[in-house]
């Protein structure tokens, strides 16, 4: 069975897929009833058009890490080494493990508030595997990375939005 959500041919009778993990035992899907449904199993991911990451080393004082989100107006920041994602600093780890005590926090490194090991995509994943990442995940930022690991882009909860409301105004012009 090819899977809906990565396109990896798998073996047939297999209960989950081998590449992405997706579970295949109950999958019977209705047939797609609408143009928005149509395009989320069909587009890819680089039709989101992902944005250039903003980046930094692990190493980094969380105050300059802080300061490139509010430069860039940004709610996420990749850690990188060498280019390869290792963990993300979003808006949430500010409020969740900084909070009030930023003032005595600012030159910790951003490691040790970052979330660790992000989940990532390729470009070429179907639209509906991202959002059943970030529905699951409850992510709300996604790196998205070249067949080396390293990161070329990230998606938001945004880009899925803009996705679907472009989509539903075609549909409506029809």
Same mark, same amino acid.
Request: hydrophobic fraction near 35%; aromatic fraction near 4%; glycine fraction near 4%.
């Given at each position: %069975?090819?899977?809906?959500?990565?396109?990896?041919?798998?073996?047939? !009778?297999? $209960?989950?897929?081998? #590449?992405? !993990?997706?579970?295949? +035992? /109950?999958?019977? &899907?209705?047939?797609?009833?609408? &143009? *928005?449904?149509?395009?989320? *199993?069909r $587009?890819?991911?680089? +039709?989101?058009?992902?944005?250039?990451? @903003? *980046?930094?080393? /692990? =190493? %980094? &004082? @969380?105050? #300059?890490?802080?300061?490139? %989100? *509010? $430069?860039?107006?940004i709610g996420c920041v990749l850690i990188v080494k060498d280019g390869k994602p290792i963990g993300v600093f979003t808006e949430r780890d500010a409020v969740v493990k900084l909070n009030s005590r930023y003032a005595s926090l600012s030159e910790r490194p951003v490691s040790e508030f970052m +979330?660790? =090991?992000? #989940? +990532?995509? $390729?470009?070429?994943?179907? @639209?509906?595997? /991202?959002? #059943?990442?970030m529905d699951v995940g409850s992510y709300r930022h996604i790196p998205i990375v070249d067949a080396q690991g390293r990161a070329t882009g990230i998606i938001s909860v945004r880009d899925i939005l803009r996705y679907f409301t472009e989509r539903l105004d075609r549909a409506k012009a029809h």
């Open positions: %069975m090819v899977c809906p959500y990565c396109d990896h041919v798998n073996t047939p !009778g297999s $209960d989950a897929c081998e #590449q992405c !993990g997706h579970s295949l +035992t /109950a999958f019977h &899907p209705p047939p797609l009833a609408n &143009p *928005v449904e149509k395009g989320l *199993v $587009d890819r991911v680089a +039709t989101l058009n992902p944005r250039t990451p @903003i *980046v930094a080393e /692990a =190493n %980094m &004082p @969380i105050r #300059q890490v802080l300061k490139m %989100m *509010v $430069d860039y107006s +979330t660790p =090991n992000p #989940q +990532t995509l $390729d470009a070429g994943a179907k @639209i509906a595997f /991202a959002v #059943q990442r």
